[in-house]
């Protein structure tokens, strides 16, 4: 005879592995506390409402409150209830009063309701958070759930793309399918959704190879946003590392965010994401107590060392986590690790990666941090793609080119430095030619490849590639902010008018120079990233910091692809990337030199003149509007292939002229090659070159704005 269930019947269990975890027969539970009392492990009924049990973790091992509830099974819905020092003034901000988030919870169920109850302090009193408040917030806070785990996180079949071989997509998982045509209703918005068929054809068709998701981990809506009926719709405000966002799911199951990993690896893409461990939802000291807050404040954040009351916020969000921590660090790391080998996800973009890597007392970057270190020689993470916001809003953050070798960075430099050039700013040219090969300048050490620049004209925070071209200003008002969030440097021109248009002459300009932004990004040596719904021309309205509009501003209007100008535009970009993925010399895995590469005196990169001839130093300001260059595809026979075969490939002449008026390029001289046929140009909406033949020396007419490719068809 089976004894009945006993909920409150505890063991001593271990404290590891941190979190609750069913063995089959109960459940252990395990939280980091190094400066608590006591810690209460809260049961709940199905449906969160109604407290069933409470039990004291009855064991401290190492900083870890651990027991076992034998009686326990999947599925059960818990949180904590930690006792300790309410000092402020020494940064401890326990308070028993407030039902704590697990921070290892795999799956939460409810949201956080907004409530003054949620404070650890009394708002509204003049002694602000130094006052104490006792009110039971256990009805505003979603509860934990006890999952039944899968263990065969090692048997992913991945596409393990190469950086060389890589173009990123970056896209809102919700927002990309929330209007798609093809994806049925009760599916728009979720994962389940982007796992449909015609949503992962699509994106394989077009030639992505990874798709990067906005942040998916469990999150909070900010207070000011919920009451001025809005949400923080990007997600970069994460309550909980190892959950996904219920908004994504369709029911409470872990296996919707496995299938969309599987389906995606079945079609040749990976899955990356872009995660936020730099702060948490919890804010500054005047923030609610939601979890780390109230589990342990002076560990889990970076607190001022002279005024251990306030936070130190790095990031522009109220706090900052504290890696330095070693059992924080070790939070983080076990995320990523879960996000692998339980979730299927290959690679992370982080952001503002600077405030990741800040230790000691002033709270400094360190590119020899804890974090990369661990990180480095993590045998799981060692084989993932790592990404690096290079900065964040502290002190000497910013610190692009600064991360260890084997890191990938996004590179804002690029991004401004092809922006101006196409709206047709001088002294951009020199510049440019050092971002379009790969950034050597601002990758130089460690080996590092040209894959390490991040290369990107637009992303998830500003203007779409359409806005781009579109507004001169930013259109925020929706934001509720005056207009005054988002940025004021954008780098862009509206071709003539603010915003939309029917003057067909001023459309057909934007089309243009969205296929010249394309062009550039694409013929680039790096790994280039494209944001979704820019190959179809999405537009936000102007609004460049659509961060809560959880709205038709921010969801993929699928309908512009059935019109003229976005089918065509998706089109040309297709075309780019079969020429990308097709040619090597495109997608160098080494540094250009400049210098001859055999007793011929070629050289794997030659700059040109307008007039044919090899530039000099003093030439680079002569032509403020035009930078051509041979890329010589022999170049590639000192590179290997994976088995040893020679990387050689055709040679290019790539042109692109930013002025606004036509002008005349002479084709390189006979030592560059013999001949030239024109394979693209972004003149014709498909991008197809004409195939007209030009000898060396030969005059080719360019018309104003336009980038023109040409395939070497002789030696000389």
Not at 184 to 193: H, I, K, T, V
């Amino acid at each position: 005879m089976t004894a009945p269930l006993n909920r409150n019947r505890v063991w001593p269990g271990r404290p590891y592995p941190l979190g609750a975890h069913w063995d089959g027969r109960g459940v252990n539970f395990a939280l980091f506390s190094l400066h608590a009392e006591k810690v209460e492990l809260c049961l709940f009924d199905a449906s969160g409402s109604r407290q069933t049990a409470r039990v004291a973790l009855p064991e401290y091992t190492d900083e870890v409150w651990h027991g076992y509830l034998p009686d326990l099974r999947p599925g059960q819905l818990y949180g904590y209830r930690v006792y300790g020092p309410y000092e402020p003034e020494r940064g401890h901000r326990f308070n028993h009063h407030k039902l704590l988030i697990d921070p290892y919870a795999r799956l939460l169920h409810g949201a956080v309701r907004w409530h003054d109850a949620l404070h650890g302090y009394r708002v509204g009193d003049a002694r602000g958070d130094l006052s104490f408040d006792t009110r039971d917030s256990a009805r505003y806070v979603p509860k934990c759930v006890v999952v039944d785990e899968v263990a065969d996180g090692d048997h992913w079949r991945r596409p393990r793309r190469s950086w060389r071989r890589s173009v990123i997509c970056e896209m809102h998982a919700g927002g990309y399918t929330r209007r798609h045509p093809q994806v049925p209703d009760a599916l728009r918005g979720s994962f389940r959704g982007l796992a449909e068929p015609a949503p992962v054809a699509y994106l394989a068709d077009l030639g992505v190879t990874a798709v990067e998701l906005l942040p998916v981990h469990a999150h909070l809506d900010e207070r000011r946003l919920v009451d001025a009926g809005l949400s923080n719709y990007w997600g970069y405000n994460s309550i909980g590392f190892f959950a996904p966002d219920n908004r994504f799911l369709t029911r409470p199951d872990l296996g919707e965010f496995r299938l969309l990993a599987r389906t995606l690896h079945d079609a040749g893409i990976e899955l990356l994401l872009d995660v936020v461990y730099n702060h948490t939802g919890e804010g500054s000291e005047l923030g609610p107590t939601l979890s780390f807050r109230g589990i342990d404040n002076a560990s889990y954040y970076h607190l001022n060392p002279q005024v251990p009351r306030h936070t130190r916020d790095f990031t522009g969000c109220g706090n900052s986590l504290n890696l330095a921590q070693p059992r924080v660090l070790q939070l983080v790391l076990d995320s990523l690790r879960y996000w692998v080998q339980q979730m299927g996800v290959d690679g992370f973009r982080f952001d503002l990666a600077t405030t990741l890597a800040r230790e000691g007392l002033d709270g400094g970057f360190d590119p020899g941090s804890g974090f990369f270190d661990a990180v480095r020689q993590d045998p799981v993470l060692a084989g993932v793609k790592l990404i690096a916001e290079p900065w964040d809003l502290g002190p000497g953050g910013y610190r692009l080119g600064g991360f260890p070798a084997g890191w990938g960075e996004w590179n804002d430099q690029y991004r401004d430095t092809v922006r101006r050039f196409w709206r047709g700013d001088t002294g951009q040219v020199a510049t440019l030619a050092s971002r379009l090969t790969g950034s050597s300048d601002i990758f130089p050490n460690h080996g590092r490849r040209p894959t390490a620049s991040i290369n990107f004209l637009t992303a998830h925070d500003g203007f779409t590639l359409c806005d781009l071209v579109s507004f001169e200003h930013k259109h925020n008002a929706a934001n509720g902010e005056q207009n005054r969030d988002g940025t004021d440097s954008n780098f862009s021109w509206n071709c003539g008018v603010e915003g939309a248009t029917d003057d067909p002459v001023i459309g057909a300009l934007r089309q243009q120079q969205m296929r010249n932004l394309l062009a550039t990004l694409l013929l680039s040596q790096g790994t280039p990233m494209l944001l979704a719904g820019d190959e179809f021309g999405h537009s936000q309205g102007g609004n460049n910091n659509a961060y809560c509009q959880d709205n038709a501003i921010s969801w993929l209007d699928w309908a512009r692809l059935g019109q003229e100008e976005g089918a065509a535009l998706q089109h040309y970009l297709r075309r780019l990337l079969k020429l990308r993925h097709r040619h090597g010399v495109f997608r160098r895995d080494r540094f250009f030199t400049g210098r001859p590469i055999d007793a011929s005196g070629r050289k794997d990169i030659v700059w040109l003149n307008a007039d044919g001839s090899e530039k000099a130093q003093q030439d680079w300001q002569a032509e403020p509007h035009l930078l051509a260059f041979v890329l010589d595809g022999e170049a590639g026979m000192e590179h290997l292939g994976p088995q040893g075969q020679s990387q050689r490939d055709d040679s290019y002449l790539v042109v692109l002229h930013a002025g606004a008026e036509a002008t005349v390029f002479l084709m390189p001289p006979a030592g560059l090659g013999a001949s030239w046929r024109r394979v693209f140009d972004t003149c014709a909406a498909d991008g197809r070159g004409d195939g007209l033949t030009l000898p060396a020396g030969g005059e080719c007419s360019l018309s104003p704005r336009c980038v023109q490719v040409f395939e070497r068809l002789g030696e000389s």
